[in-house]
Structures are given as structure tokens and as C-alpha cells.
């Protein structure tokens, strides 16, 4: 069982063993999750498109709700910032993006378990059709894991955009990358800074994704 860093945030791998730390004992930051496919090529391709919406998980109902704007762009360029500081270029069509990232909040309490799709149950919400119009299918995680999503949590998933095509639409989408960040009670235009702070985390303890 992996322990927590004492750095400026409190960081850690997610892995099916360990459970959530006590959000008590953060008194200024949230706590950083970062997991990944360690057989990805996280340098096959440049291109990176992200969504202009972040999406909100409440379980009031089946349809999709979204972030106000201001609040998303700045959560939305915080990730676009440091890709593209990873060398990574940002492009606006879909079809020319050989990585894909997912952003979302959660103001509920999910659980996901034995990598099954964590949005089978909300098909208004992110589902491989968003990439993909024409697929019928799942999301694909190479790594195993046992946790929950708490209420306040923000979630990016990078997702290999070539592990599905038409031509082998058997084939499921990827996600090679997950970033939970957790303790956010709130999201107003105070607290920002301090989410943007917790993404520049992210990257900073995932190294290998570079191009």
C-alpha cells in the first residue's frame, strides 16, 4: 500500500488497495490522484482536443448539465496549457486529435468497480459516441481498479482516440490516463486558483506523458 507524499499537495496513485484519505487534514489544497496505462505510447502522436464544457454528474436526473462557462474555460485551459507545455499541439477537429480529454465534475457519490464503464448508466454524459458517432461500444481501462468518485471531485480521462476505428469497430476506446482531484465542496470564481493549481499537479507527478 502506497502512502501519501508530503508535498504541497497530498498525491498519490489511486489503486484498488488504498482507500481516500481523510479530507480533514487538507487545509489548503485538495488531494491529486493520478493513474495511467503504463504500456501506452504517450508520444505516438501531437494532436489534443478537449471538449468546451465541463460535465456535471448530480444524479438529479439523466440529462447533461455543464459548468458555467467562465468557471470551465479556466479548468479547460489549465489542461490545454500543460499538454501544450508537454509538446502536444491543440486542434479543434476531433478527427485530426490523436489524444482526447474528458473533463468532469461530480457532485455525487459514484462508485466504479472492475473497470467497467463508469457512464453505462448515463448516456447523456460522456460515452464513446462523443468521439465517435457511429460506435457502439464501451470504455476500455488497462489498469485495474476498486474506488469511488466523492461529491466535490473533478475527473479529466485521456483517452487514446486510435484504439477505435471503423474499420475495427470491435475495438474499444481507451482511457490511458485518469486525474481525480478531490475535495472541491465548491466551484466559484475564489476557489479557481486553487483547482488550476491542483491540474498543474497532476502533470507535474505524471511525467511520462510528454510528446
Not at 53 to 78: C, E, F, P
Request: with cysteine; charged share 20%.
Amino acid at each position: 500500500m502506497k502512502k501519501l507524499i508530503p508535498l504541497l499537495f497530498t498525491a498519490l496513485l489511486f489503486a484498488s488497495c488504498e482507500k481516500e484519505p481523510n479530507l480533514d487534514e487538507v487545509q489548503e489544497d485538495y488531494v491529486v490522484y493520478t493513474q495511467y496505462d503504463k504500456d501506452a505510447n504517450f508520444s505516438k502522436g501531437k494532436h489534443f482536443y478537449v471538449p468546451d464544457s465541463v460535465l456535471v454528474v448530480s444524479g438529479k436526473g439523466r440529462g447533461a448539465t455543464y459548468l458555467d462557462a467562465s468557471d470551465a474555460n479556466d479548468i479547460i485551459n489549465a489542461y490545454s496549457i500543460q499538454m501544450e507545455k508537454r509538446g502536444y499541439v491543440k486542434t479543434a477537429d476531433k478527427t485530426e486529435a490523436n489524444y482526447g480529454l474528458q473533463i468532469s465534475y461530480v457532485e455525487s457519490t459514484y462508485y466504479f468497480i472492475n473497470s467497467v464503464s463508469w457512464w453505462s448508466d448515463y448516456p447523456w454524459y460522456w460515452s464513446p459516441t462523443y468521439w465517435w458517432p457511429w460506435y457502439d461500444g464501451n470504455w476500455y481501462y488497462p489498469y485495474q481498479f476498486i474506488y469511488k468518485y466523492t461529491y466535490g471531485s473533478l475527473i479529466c480521462e485521456m483517452i487514446d482516440l486510435s484504439s477505435v476505428s471503423e474499420v475495427s469497430s470491435s475495438s474499444k476506446p481507451t482511457v490511458i490516463w485518469n486525474n481525480y482531484i478531490t475535495g472541491i465542496y465548491y466551484i466559484d470564481s475564489n476557489m479557481l486558483p486553487r483547482l488550476v493549481k491542483a491540474v498543474n499537479q497532476s502533470f507535474e507527478q505524471s511525467p511520462y506523458i510528454k510528446f
